[in-house]
Every structure is written in C-alpha cells, then in structure tokens.
C-alpha cells in the first residue's frame, strides 16, 4: 500500500482537567491535575505513544479577580508554567514535539529566546514557541502596567520581539563549536553572529548564549486571528492554531493566509493550519451524546452565567432566572458582533439563559464534534482534504479518558483511511510538521 | 552509635565542563557538556545517590565581547538555561534539591515566583532561588540598557524584587484548593490573598496562578558579598553562597552574618553558609598535586593572560613575556584591592605572568584544595566546626571525574566522621537543609 503523500498533522492540547469547562468534576478526571506532574507524564505519553506531532500548553499569566463565585467553580486559576513543564516532559518522551505559549507582552526576548533553544537542545530538537500577544487586563497588572497596551501597538512589539529571537537563535553557525581538546580551540569565533539589534521596542546586542539548536530554530507558533495577527502570522508563523466554529469559516481563514504568504516569498507549505477540535466520542452517536450531557449536567449555573455574561460583552446575567429567556441587553464596549451572534441565536431557537451558556460552555468556540469514530473522522477528513485544515488541535474535554478516548477510537479510523502516521518518520518536531530547518541568516 | 547533631550541607555546584578554567580539555571531560543533556542526567544522579543536599547551577546572560582569542579557547559562552534544565532534571530525579541562578535586574518578578513555584510542584518541594543581582554589562546589553543600574539601585531593587516574589508564593493558603467534585467547589476564594504591591521597581497585583508549594515556598539562597548583599541576607537569604581564599576569611564572613541575623528577628539556624571548594582529590598528596599540574598545563597561555589581565582591573598584559615578571601597573578603575594582593604577591613570591595566573585559574576565588581525602575533610571539618560555614559547595575542576572523585573519596571520609548523612532524612530541599517550612503571610 503506497502512503498518502500529505498527511495529518495532530497536536493534543492539554490543558489542567480538560478543555470542558466542567471537565474537572466528570468521575473520571483528574481533578488536582494542575499540580500533579505524574498526570502530565501519563498524557505526554500517551500522546506520544498514539504518534500525535506534539503536545501543546496554552499559558496566561494572571487570575481574574471578577465572579468569584465563577472562579471558585471552575479549574483555572492554578496550573504549571508551560516551559518548566516542558523541560521536565521532554526528559521523560523521546520523539513528541513540545510547544509552549509565551506571551510577547509580558517577556524579554532575550530570555525567551534562550529559554526555548534550551529546551531544544534538552529535547533533542522538538521545541516549539506559540507567540501570543495576550488580551487580558489581569495580565497586565501583574507585569507594571495599569493596562493593557492597544491591540496594534502589542502586535508592534510581538513583531519586533519575533525578529530579536530569530536573530539570537541564529548567534551561532551550526558548527561554530569544534570543542577540540588537543588544540585548545573550543570555539570558532568567526562563526559567531553577533546581533546588535537597536529597534522601537528592544535594544538585543547578543549573541545568545546557548548554540544553534537541533531544529536550526524552534518552531514558531502562532494563534492570532485579527488583521494584524494575520499578517503578522503571514510572515513569521510556521504553525497556527485558530478556533473555527464551521466548515466555511474554516475555508475562508485558510485560504486567507495560504494567500498572504506570496507577498512573503513563502509557500503555502511553509505553513501548517491546525484548527482546535473539542471531540466527543461515543461508539454510536447516542452513546457519544450521553457523554456529551454527562459532562454538561456538571456546569454550575454560576459558572455557565458568568461565562455568557463576560462572552456577550460584561452584561451580568447573574439577576435574570437562568431557565427563562434572555433579556433585552444594553449596548456594551466589549466585541458586539459576538454579543449579536449569540443574542440572535437565543432568539432564532428560543433558547433559555442555561440553554445559551451551555452552547458555549464546551468548546470555547472552537469545534464541537460529538459522534462516533466514523462521523468524526469523516469531518476532519473533509476539513483537511477540502482546504480547511492541515491538521488538527485535539482539545479533549477531560483528562485522561477524553485523550483515550480519541487515541483508541479515532485514530485507528484515521489511520484506516492512510490519513495518518503510525510510526514517526523523523526526530524533531520540525521532522513531524514537514518544515524546512532553517538556513542560518535567513529570515522571513 | 548516635548521630552528631549538626550535619553538613553539600550542594553539587555543576557548570558545563567544570569549575577549572580548562577542565574541558581534560582527556576525561565531558567536551560537548554544554549541549549533552545525558550528562547532566548522569551528574545529577551522581549527585543523588551521594545523597548531596541539592544541585546548583550559576547563570549569567551574556556573552562577553573582548578578548575573543580567550573566549575561543574557554567552554563558558554556551550553556542550558538553567531553570529548563532543572525542570528537566527534575523529572529524573526524586529527592536531590534543585537550586538555579536567576538574576533580579533582568527578569520580572511575577515571572520567576511562578517558574519557582512551578518546579516546585513538579520536583515535589525540591526547588531553590539563587537570588543575584548580576554584575556585567554584556548581559545589560541584551535586555534594553547601555549599562549595568549601578550597585545601590540593583540591590533595591533585587530587595524589591524579594518581596514581591515572596508575596505571590504566599497568594494561596495550603488548602485553598478542595476541588470538590460533588459540591463543584474547587477553590475557596476566602483562601486566596491577592498582592496590590506597588513600589519604587513594580506594580504587581497578584494572586500567583500557582497554588502554594510543597515547602510553602522554595528555599531562597544568595551569593552576594558586599555590605548591601550582606544586608539583603541578612534579612532575606535562608542559604548563602559565597567565595573565600582563607579559614580566617570564612570566620569573620561567618559571624558577621549570623551576627546580622537579630536584627531581623532570625536565628543562627536560621541561614545556612556554603563557601564554595574547589577540589582536588588524590590517594596520596603527590597523586592529587600530579592531578593538579595536569589541569593547569592545560591552560592556555591566551586564557590564562586574558583573565589575569581582567582581573587584575582591565590592564592588557599580552604584549608582556609570560614567562617574565608583572611589570609595573597604571592604577585602574576596577576593583583595586585585588590589584593589589595580586601585585603584592608576585613580588613576594617572584611570581612570573604565567605563575601568577596559574595561581587564579583554578578556582576563581574560591578555595581549592589539593590532597587525600583525609586532608580534604580535616579542612572541611574545620572550617565546618570552628565558625567557618555550615557546608560547602562543591566545585569541580572537571566533570564527571572530579566529582566522581570526591564522591568515592572524601563522602566516605566524611561519612566515618559523622559529618554527612548516609540517607536523605526528608524529601523536600527544606528537610535536607534542616530549614522550617514558612508559614503563610509570615515574611522577614
Ligand atoms: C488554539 C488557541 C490557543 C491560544 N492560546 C493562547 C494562550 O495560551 N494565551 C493567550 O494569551 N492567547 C492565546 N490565544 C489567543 C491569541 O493567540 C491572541 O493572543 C489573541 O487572540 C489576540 O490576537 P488576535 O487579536 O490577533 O486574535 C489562543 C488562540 C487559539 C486559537
Ligand atoms: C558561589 C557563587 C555563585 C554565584 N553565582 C552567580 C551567578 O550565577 N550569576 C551572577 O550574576 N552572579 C553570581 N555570583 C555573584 C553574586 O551573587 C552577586 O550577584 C555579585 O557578586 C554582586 O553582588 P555583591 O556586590 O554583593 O558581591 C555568585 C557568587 C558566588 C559566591
């Protein structure tokens, strides 16, 4: 049997209990998952084992300090920094990718950039770096600032930032270090690049102090969706994780990029679309929607109204009775179109406050996909081979059984139908995705 | 028999190829120790069965720019970032502390107390913060600065830093998180202690997104020497590392910290002392001086002229004859006492450039020790017992062999005296150091 050339991409993206909002209260799941390290070795694993490309933490640096009583209920507001764990993952796995976010707002370059080649040399070469410019104001008040800076000068900065960690990752040819004893010459330093950035946002003069990694350089990441997060990721991203909610909005997001990256000098293969996919699945699509309501039967009203309130705009919804209709809601500051979208959907389908919030409540706007094997396979099947994906962000709605359950149903279908590896072809996480390692000095 | 009450602390001071300027030319050195993974593995299992307190890993962010023939023949320009190769350290072992380098004026505070915290978790209460305030311009260099904030301000900063650090460690209660699935309860927000620290340096609102550590926080430790960092120890530091040539400088540097304590409400106890010891282990003197001689015949006359010239305040001796005598210097802008003791001793002794740099290549200002394990731990016993230090950090000349030496040879020695444990009492670095475990809000 020949092998399909183009093959899917897969990442799992673990997050504490689950991507499920309730996710930490199913029987199942591990409900200390955020400061149990033996947890996150068991799903690396296991991620590894079933050949996924890599794994991936999302990261956000503050608690919020509004609904209490949403905050009490809910299992966000402690977890582990995504490169310590990462670094203590990468000693325990030997072939997964590992990518982590780290916000450009809130970091210097410097230490990013020394931060993630490290961990690519730790790992053997399977780093990866989700650039994000962050969105929170309880961000910002722990990093000096009484508020955020403005979506287009935080993408400035996530520009500038970008260019001074690929310049550092490049301080070094890869073979600057002959580390030869008997001449006494440890290094080359003809093949040292010193970096002398000067720009608006960072002075860098470098070099890094750590040498060219295995992969060349880490594997940029981005999830931006705005223009400027667009562009931005037309540039410089080699993978970008975004959240869909259908097929058409997925199509035209992918052809909006793959058509961006010309102007670049870039090919529509140097970048790798991988939407987020919240799965449930049951053996038969009954079984698959029991699950589905197991898990929904958990979201405390408290939790699911303050989650409607802050998603329509910072209305609070908290006086109205949750099983009757949404109320005439004022114009607010936050995003409208979303406020309208949803408002027009309870009115469209007549749906009460809970029926509402328990629309949004799983998937967090990326897609819900609740069906069998079959069902499943067939939908990522139809995104990645009619042009709205190259692969997928598995977001399991709890951990472990929501991973397993993808692992052991889904992906023996997947690979049935040759869309997917059973064996890694290569070492690094580069290796995996089918991206070039980088030439020293070449940048987008 | 009945065990000594007072034991000895050992952390294994771990650096690339090893403490000896040219260790990385020794036949059995590690070369490549700066990108080899393996064998930080192997080093800190080494170190774990020898039941050492904690392994220690210095940090420094820049890559010098002058004397580019020396930086070509030294092994000190690439290296892991120290906290991602702890993380992953620490997933490879169960009970050895953990103790990494991060400097105050290059980092943010919100960033580090949860890096810590994180390693913390994932080490089950093995993690410690080399507080330094760093003291070069080529690391200024890479984060914005034409130069190093002068010393005053980098310890108000670094005092500063403390606080806030401490402050986010301390934003949970101990059971703050019951994350009870029944009742859909998973933290209780009367639990949570948000910051509001607003300074001269930072403005951080807190609260931590990590819940409070396994030792309630990691075990802060410092290496700072001048009256300002003698002052913040005082106040702050619950481990402190430090250089010293002679018995008589131990002792005065000894009880003038301890003698400090008071003033802050600490006890003696309170605050663990560790010179650094550079040794070199022989079955007998001649065996360990031979051992000696072959390191130093290792250093290049490049080298060793480059740090001589450095340390003896920036004069430029390379247009001298090595092997003739200092000639006569410019008085400098560097730190003149050391110009002078190290005048005034190749006059005395009738020292040569070459003997003169031999003498500092070595142990960078620590104190080297070059014998059997007998005269090795009588010292150690010494200093330990008369006022001088309550351990000692271990440096290396090369790795592995040099620890592996004083692994086989002098721990035994010591063992025989009662001075060090034979098994881990505890399993936190707290218990290994005999440090209390803080309660919560309780701050020096
Ligand atoms: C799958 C996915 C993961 C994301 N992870 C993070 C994250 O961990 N932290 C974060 O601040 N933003 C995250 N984001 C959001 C953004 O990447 C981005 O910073 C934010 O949306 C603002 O960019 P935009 O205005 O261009 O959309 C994520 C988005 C997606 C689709
Ligand atoms: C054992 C030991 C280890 C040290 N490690 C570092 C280090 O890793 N990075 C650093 O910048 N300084 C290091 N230092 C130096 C300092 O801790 C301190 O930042 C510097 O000397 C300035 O402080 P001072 O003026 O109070 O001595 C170390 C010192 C000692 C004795």
Same mark, same amino acid.
């Given at each position: 049997?020949?092998?399909?050339?183009?093959?899917?991409?897969?990442?799992?993206?673990?997050?504490?209990?689950?991507?499920?909002?309730?996710?930490?209260?199913?029987?199942?799941?591990?409900?200390?998952?955020?400061?149990?390290?033996?947890?996150?070795?068991?799903?690396?694993?296991?991620?590894?084992?079933?050949?996924?490309?890599?794994?991936?933490?999302?990261?956000?640096?503050?608690?919020?300090?509004?609904?209490?009583?949403?905050?009490?209920?809910?299992?966000?507001?402690?977890?582990?920094?995504?490169?310590?764990?990462?670094?203590?993952?990468?000693?325990?796995?030997?072939?997964?990718?590992?990518?982590?976010?780290?916000?450009?707002?809130?970091?210097?370059?410097?230490?990013?950039?020394?931060?993630?080649?490290?961990?690519?040399?730790?790992?053997?070469?399977?780093?990866?770096?989700?650039?994000?410019?962050?969105?929170?104001?309880?961000?910002?008040?722990?990093?000096?600032?009484?508020?955020?800076?403005?979506?287009?000068?935080?993408?400035?900065?996530?520009?500038?930032?970008?260019?001074?960690?690929?310049?550092?990752?490049?301080?070094?040819?890869?073979?600057?270090?002959?580390?030869?004893?008997?001449?006494?010459?440890?290094?080359?330093?003809?093949?040292?690049?010193?970096?002398?950035?000067?720009?608006?946002?960072?002075?860098?003069?470098?070099?890094?102090?750590?040498?060219?990694?295995?992969?060349?350089?880490?594997?940029?990441? &981005? =999830?931006? *969706?705005? /223009?400027?997060?667009?562009? !931005?990721? #037309?540039?410089?991203?080699? %993978?970008?994780? @975004? $959240?869909?909610?259908?097929?058409?909005?997925?199509?035209?997001?992918?052809?909006?990029?793959?058509?961006?990256?010309?102007?670049?000098?870039?090919?529509?293969?140097?970048?790798?679309?991988?939407?987020?996919?919240?799965?449930?699945?049951?053996?038969? &699509? =009954?079984? *698959?929607? /029991?699950?589905?309501?197991? !898990?929904? #039967?958990?979201?405390?009203? %408290?939790?699911? @109204? $303050?989650?409607?309130?802050?998603?329509?705009?910072?209305?609070?919804?908290?006086?109205?009775?949750?099983?009757?209709?949404?109320?005439?809601?004022?114009?607010?500051?936050?995003?409208?179109?979303?406020?309208?979208?949803?408002?027009?959907?309870?009115?469209?389908?007549?749906?009460?406050?809970?029926?509402?919030? !328990?629309?949004?409540?799983?998937?967090?706007?990326?897609?819900?996909?609740?069906?069998?094997?079959?069902?499943?396979?067939?939908?990522?099947?139809?995104?990645?081979?009619?042009?709205?994906?190259?692969?997928?962000?598995?977001?399991?709605?709890?951990?472990?059984?929501?991973?397993?359950?993808?692992?052991?149903?889904?992906?023996?279908?997947?690979?049935?139908?040759?869309?997917?590896?059973?064996?890694?072809?290569?070492?690094?996480?580069?290796?995996?995705?089918?991206?070039?390692?980088?030439?020293?000095?070449?940048?987008?």
């Amino acid at each position: 049997m020949s092998k399909p050339s183009r093959q899917l991409r897969l990442g799992a993206f673990l997050m504490q209990t689950g991507h499920h909002i309730a996710g930490w209260r199913h029987p199942d799941a591990q409900a200390d998952a955020s400061r149990n390290f033996r947890h996150y070795v068991e799903l690396a694993r296991l991620a590894e084992a079933a050949k996924f490309d890599a794994i991936f933490f999302a990261d956000s640096s503050g608690v919020r300090s509004t609904h209490l009583g949403s905050l009490a209920r809910t299992a966000r507001s402690e977890f582990f920094e995504p490169l310590t764990l990462l670094s203590a993952l990468a000693a325990v796995t030997e072939r997964i990718g590992l990518i982590a976010t780290v916000s450009t707002s809130f970091h210097e370059p410097f230490n990013v950039a020394r931060k993630f080649a490290s961990l690519d040399q730790i790992s053997g070469g399977r780093a990866g770096w989700n650039l994000v410019t962050s969105s929170s104001t309880s961000e910002a008040h722990n990093f000096n600032l009484d508020e955020l800076p403005d979506h287009a000068s935080r993408y400035q900065r996530a520009a500038e930032f970008h260019d001074v960690v690929l310049g550092l990752w490049d301080s070094w040819d890869d073979d600057a270090f002959p580390r030869d004893k008997a001449s006494g010459i440890y290094l080359d330093t003809e093949k040292l690049h010193v970096l002398e950035h000067r720009g608006d946002f960072f002075k860098v003069r470098g070099p890094l102090n750590v040498s060219r990694s295995p992969q060349g350089r880490p594997v940029v990441v &981005q =999830a931006g *969706a705005s /223009e400027s997060g667009r562009e !931005l990721a #037309a540039r410089t991203a080699e %993978v970008i994780f @975004v $959240a869909h909610q259908t097929f058409d909005e997925a199509k035209a997001f992918y052809a909006d990029i793959k058509g961006r990256l010309p102007r670049y000098g870039r090919e529509a293969d140097d970048v790798k679309i991988m939407p987020g996919i919240f799965p449930v699945v049951g053996s038969t &699509q =009954a079984e *698959a929607e /029991e699950k589905f309501e197991q !898990l929904q #039967a958990l979201v405390d009203p %408290v939790v699911g @109204v $303050a989650l409607l309130s802050s998603v329509i705009g910072g209305v609070d919804l908290s006086a109205y009775d949750v099983d009757g209709p949404i109320p005439d809601l004022p114009e607010t500051n936050g995003p409208k179109s979303r406020q309208h979208l949803l408002v027009d959907l309870a009115r469209r389908d007549k749906l009460t406050i809970r029926q509402l919030y !328990l629309r949004i409540a799983g998937a967090r706007g990326h897609q819900q996909v609740v069906g069998t094997p079959q069902s499943i396979a067939d939908q990522l099947q139809q995104w990645f081979e009619e042009g709205g994906a190259d692969g997928f962000n598995i977001m399991a709605p709890y951990f472990p059984g929501g991973l397993t359950d993808f692992v052991d149903l889904v992906l023996p279908e997947l690979r049935r139908r040759g869309l997917f590896r059973t064996e890694y072809e290569g070492r690094t996480l580069r290796d995996h995705f089918g991206l070039k390692r980088p030439a020293r000095g070449s940048y987008p």
